[in-house]
């Protein structure tokens, strides 16, 4: 009987040290704009994510190892060293913001000159996990007048009187 305890305790402690490592993960939340689409992307340490694009539907994509690692670690530097934040002039119309949200700290926007060299890799880390996500600068197309106040051209040009 003590023999089987024994048994089963060792095989409980090995399945707990076997047992997958917890994955970390973090958020990149792009604002948009009027003309570009905003998106989240979910990473984790593993390298798997998710994506979506103007609160659509999330898709999974999948990172390298050495850029997931190189992320979370850029992550840690910037958040103990973030910089001094400086004013950062964007247009109102088209300007966008990119944060990291990571252990409940949110980043500096990324899209404005690094504050830190840790800020720099880490903007540089989200470039590339945009593109691995296969996020572009998405455009969404020109809003037209209503036709109340669209005044088209006629085909001639009208003579004035003189």
Request: glycine share 10%; proline share 9%.
């Given at each position: 009987m003590r023999n089987r305890l024994i048994f089963t305790v060792a095989i409980l402690g090995l399945s707990v040290l076997g047992a997958a490592a917890p994955r970390d993960g973090a958020v990149i939340h792009n604002s948009g704009s009027t003309n570009t689409a905003g998106y989240t992307i979910t990473v984790r340490s593993d390298g798997t994510g998710t994506k979506s694009i103007q609160r659509g539907p999330a898709s999974p994509f999948t990172l390298a190892q050495d850029v997931s690692e190189r992320f979370f670690a850029d992550l840690k530097a910037a958040?103990?060293?973030?910089?001094?934040?400086?004013?950062?002039?964007?247009?109102?119309?088209?300007?966008?913001?990119?944060?990291?949200?990571?252990?409940?700290?949110?980043?500096?926007?990324?899209?404005?000159?690094?504050?830190?060299?840790?800020?720099?890799?880490?903007?540089?880390?989200?470039?590339?996990?945009?593109?691995?996500?296969?996020?572009?600068?998405?455009?969404?197309?020109?809003?037209?007048?209503p036709p109340s106040l669209r005044k088209i051209p006629p085909a001639t040009p009208e003579v004035q009187p003189t």
């Amino acid at each position: 009987m003590r023999n089987r305890l024994i048994f089963t305790v060792a095989i409980l402690g090995l399945s707990v040290l076997g047992a997958a490592a917890p994955r970390d993960g973090a958020v990149i939340h792009n604002s948009g704009s009027t003309n570009t689409a905003g998106y989240t992307i979910t990473v984790r340490s593993d390298g798997t994510g998710t994506k979506s694009i103007q609160r659509g539907p999330a898709s999974p994509f999948t990172l390298a190892q050495d850029v997931s690692e190189r992320f979370f670690a850029d992550l840690k530097a910037a958040r103990e060293n973030p910089g001094v934040p400086t004013h950062c002039m964007k247009s109102a119309s088209f300007g966008t913001t990119t944060v990291v949200q990571w252990h409940g700290w949110t980043s500096p926007d990324l899209q404005c000159p690094p504050f830190s060299a840790s800020v720099g890799a880490l903007a540089n880390d989200v470039r590339a996990i945009q593109s691995a996500a296969g996020i572009t600068t998405l455009m969404r197309g020109r809003i037209g007048l209503p036709p109340s106040l669209r005044k088209i051209p006629p085909a001639t040009p009208e003579v004035q009187p003189t």
